[in-house]
């Protein structure tokens, strides 16, 4: 067992259960001396910055949760983190109601530091919805309400290239590591940004479209492909996936379409 600090989107059980990692036990912790900030670059630009903590004043302390997990889960946290790229791990002191707990928690690397970044609402929604559900302080919740945001972009529908492209299934995608599927098309990774070249293990080969969908603020936890096949997600997720359609457009190269249900 292991004890993880989640002070941003993880304080949010639905965003850490989106990860894969369904805590022991949960309790809110306090770290003094830290502050926290918004300045780690997201891999995609248009989210904006993600939470990060860095040593501060005495009087400076970030609140959030303390979760017990599973040994098997660590390895999962670290991917969906950018451990050793966009993030370092350290051991941190932590003070919850009843007593004192070391734990990991998750602090930006210098690559990925910009202090010119801002949160988007999606993000700072998602934490939120969290400190209120964890009963975190009024005063801590009223700081996040303050938050100055990152402007929201209006994207345009996102429209597939003309010309002949390929269809990929489940199998078939699988076999390529270099693409990965979004909302029923496929995009080729190859040629990225340099900083986009650690997403290559978690999505090559693989539809992205609930990895992307269960991490919107409107997300339940509970969408299905099934859902998405019929339709059947939220306004807001659907406009979420849009967006992403339109950055991955930025990033990748088109390379055809992806049958949900063909296997």
């Known amino acids: 067992m292991f004890s993880y600090f989640g002070y941003g989107s993880n304080i949010n059980l639905i965003s850490l259960r989106a990860k894969g990692v369904e805590p022991v036990t949960s309790q809110k ?8 900030r918004f300045n780690v670059q997201h891999w995609f630009r248009h989210e904006g910055g993600m939470g990060n903590i860095e040593p501060g004043t005495a009087d400076d302390r ?48 210098p690559e990925f530091i910009d202090d010119s970044c801002l949160p988007s609402r999606r993000y700072l929604n998602i934490i939120h919805k969290g400190a209120i559900a964890a009963g975190l302080s009024e005063s801590y919740i009223k700081k996040l309400e303050s938050q100055t945001l990152l402007p929201e972009i209006d994207y345009p529908e996102f429209q597939v290239p003309e ?14 590591p270099h693409l990965t599927a979004l909302s029923g098309s496929v995009f080729d ?6 900083k986009l070249e650690v997403i290559a293990g978690l999505f090559g080969g693989k539809d992205m479209t609930l990895f992307h969908l269960k991490r919107h603020d409107s997300s339940t936890g509970r969408e299905t492909l099934e859902d998405v096949i019929k339709g059947q997600i939220s ?7 849009n967006a992403y359609l339109n950055e991955y457009s930025k990033e990748f190269k088109y390379a055809g379409s992806y049958s949900f249900d063909v296997i």
Do not use: N, Q
């Not at 969906?80 to 070391?102: H, N, P």
């Not at 010309?163 to 390529?176: I, Q």
């Not at 306004?235 to 996936?241: D, F, I, S």
């Open 62 to 109: 970030v609140e959030g949760m303390v979760y017990l997990c599973e040994d098997e889960h660590l390895a999962s946290m670290d991917a969906m983190e950018s451990y050793g790229v966009a993030y370092d791990r350290i051991a941190v002191s932590l003070e919850t109601e009843t007593e004192s707990v070391t734990a990991w928690a998750y602090i930006g690397l």
């Open 163 to 176: 010309g002949k492209f390929p269809t990929y299934t489940l199998k078939t995608l699988a076999s390529h």
């Open 29 to 36: 912790a306090t770290l003094r001396g830290w502050k926290l």
């Open 189 to 194: 990774m190859r040629g990225a940004r340099k």
């Open 235 to 241: 306004e807001p997720g659907k406009k979420y996936l």
